[in-house]
């Protein structure tokens, strides 16, 4: 027989979720931790509202990247929690956080925080940007120790910027820089005004002087020294040997020396065969 009450009767699956939602509001401390990993958006929110919530249940929440979109935005606008530091940083880089809410936090973070924000993987291409720029406009006022660490582990474009400003101790160490890329080499060596300790600390790195496009900008910069300059010439193609031999582009001392590197090439070129000299692209030439 059909039961004529069943049309007003709530349905069977929504009488669990309400008596959840309840519970989350009045659970003890105790009954909290079964409930932090709750999927349901509203038994979380109503979790939030809960007297027994402490700081460290809202950071276990901000560990949940899956955590629903509202419940980090209700987080942001608890500021009794924003009062914490650890609750702070977990927002500032959630990525359901409101973006605004994210950005504003990074300016209150500390330097290494904003530097692992800046390197993790899951975050944003924005907020890893904004972190950077956090980072690079706190670099006039930080004290050299500091500077040494955001050398040594810093994100590729503050370690660009961190050669820049030349320091020899703190060039050393971003020259090693895991995170360092061969494009922030290549714009430090595009200034001119870069002091001259870095393009020869560059030269010489085991690393850096290894990589061809690194070679050439460096022959390129007019504070190279002659004897970097010969050193990677015979590694150099002859095409970029002729583009660089052209007026204006390397300092006129130099010119005579790219010159005699594409004759001594096109010389032996044109040796008969078994008569050649060794290509000046695999090594370097015999009485360089």
């Not at 922030?184 to 850096?208: C, D, F, G, M, Y």
């Not at 193609?237 to 583009?243: F, M, Q």
Request: hydrophobic share 45%; glycine share 4%.
């Amino acid at each position: 027989m059909t039961n004529v009450n069943a049309p007003n009767a709530p349905p069977q699956s929504t009488a669990p979720a309400l008596a959840e939602i309840q519970r989350a509001s009045v659970a003890t401390s105790e009954e909290l931790a079964a409930l932090l990993y709750q999927e349901s958006r509203e038994v979380l929110l109503a979790l939030l509202n809960n007297p027994a919530l402490t700081e460290a249940n809202v950071r276990v929440l901000l560990g949940r990247k899956i955590l629903p979109p509202e419940v980090a935005e209700e987080i942001s606008k608890r500021r009794e929690w924003l009062k914490v530091y650890a609750v702070k940083k977990a927002l500032a880089s959630h990525p359901h956080a409101p973006r605004l809410v994210s950005m504003r936090l990074l300016r209150e973070l500390y330097l290494m925080d904003l530097v692992q924000i800046a390197l993790l993987p899951g975050v944003s291409a924005e907020l890893k940007r904004n972190a950077e720029d956090q980072l690079a406009a706190r670099l006039p006022q930080l004290p050299l120790g500091q500077k040494i660490t955001l050398g040594r582990r810093g994100p590729s474009r503050v370690a660009g910027l961190l050669l820049a400003e030349g320091h020899p101790k703190v060039v050393e160490v971003t020259l090693d820089n895991a995170h360092l890329h061969a494009a922030q080499i290549l714009k430090a060596l595009a200034s001119e005004a870069i002091p001259e300790t870095v393009v020869h600390a560059i030269a010489r790195h085991r690393k850096w002087s290894c990589d061809y496009n690194v070679r050439l900008a460096v022959v390129r910069h007019p504070a190279s020294t002659l004897v970097s300059v010969l050193s990677f010439l015979p590694e150099l193609t002859v095409a970029d040997l002729e583009a660089l031999a052209a007026p204006g582009i390397v300092p006129q001392r130099l010119r005579k020396y790219l010159e005699a590197e594409v004759h001594r090439r096109m010389a032996a070129g044109n040796k008969p065969a078994g008569q050649q000299e060794p290509s000046g692209e695999a090594g370097p030439s015999k009485g360089t």
